[in-house]
Each structure stands twice: as C-alpha cells, then as structure tokens.
Nanobody, 121 residues
Framework: VQLQASGGGRVQAGGSLRLFCITS????????MAWFRQAPTKEREFVAA????????DYADSVKGRFTISGGSAKNTMYLQMNNLKPEDTGVYYC???????????????WGHGTQVTVSS
C-alpha cells in the first residue's frame, strides 16, 4: 500500500485548507486511514482518523469542531477539511493507513510523504 498526501500550503489564521490522500494497492477488508502532523521540534501527533468499515471518525481534541475527515466514494481517497486554522496547526501533515477493523490512534504501518501546512498570525 502506498499513500500520497497533497493540498498543503500557506494561509493566514482563520483561513481554510483541504488536504487529500490517495491510496494505491490492496487495502484489504478492514481499513483505517488517518492524518498525523509534526510541528518543528515536536513529536508527530494524531490529528484524525476514519474507519472505512463503519464510517466512524475520531479527532484530537485540538482540532475538534474545526477539522473534518472524510472519504471519497472509492476506498482509496481521504480528505481533511481544515477550517479556522491557527498558527499552532502549522506542521507537516502525513496520511497513514492500517489494516484493521478498529478505530485506533497508533500502530499505523503505511505512511505517505508529508505535505506542509503553514498558518501565519
């Protein structure tokens, strides 16, 4: 499985961006996709996840109410709509996936290259 993230950019605080992640390869029966981010000098952190099997989603507290994770009609595309962006949202955003039937925040085996998001104050 290979993942490719895109859609990053530079916006002012309060602005919006939409990230995309495309999966290629055999995803199997159970499939979980997620977004993580890593700010300079900080560890990578969980942002949001979507379970393709039941549509359940999960968000980090820091992005609840501002970010929305969703999937495309085919089980190979994932989006992250980011609204009301804050400077602390700045970082490299990565999409990841895992063969599982559960909604998890860790243990992801497949990672894409990141896309940079910069939010200026």
């Amino acid at each position: 499985v290979q993942l490719q993230a895109s859609g990053g950019g530079r916006v002012q605080a309060g602005g919006s961006l939409r990230l995309f992640c495309i999966t290629s390869g055999d995803t199997g029966a159970g499939y979980l996709m997620a977004w993580f981010r890593q700010a300079p000098t900080k560890e990578r952190e969980f942002v949001a996840a979507i379970n393709w099997n039941d549509g359940k989603v999960d968000y980090a507290d820091s992005v609840k109410g501002r970010f929305t994770i969703s999937g495309g009609s085919a089980k190979n595309t994932m989006y992250l709509q980011m609204n009301n962006l804050k400077p602390e949202d700045t970082g490299v955003y990565y999409c990841a996936s895992k063969a599982t039937f559960f909604l998890l925040r860790s243990g992801f085996a497949n990672w894409g290259h990141g896309t940079q998001v910069t939010v200026s104050s």
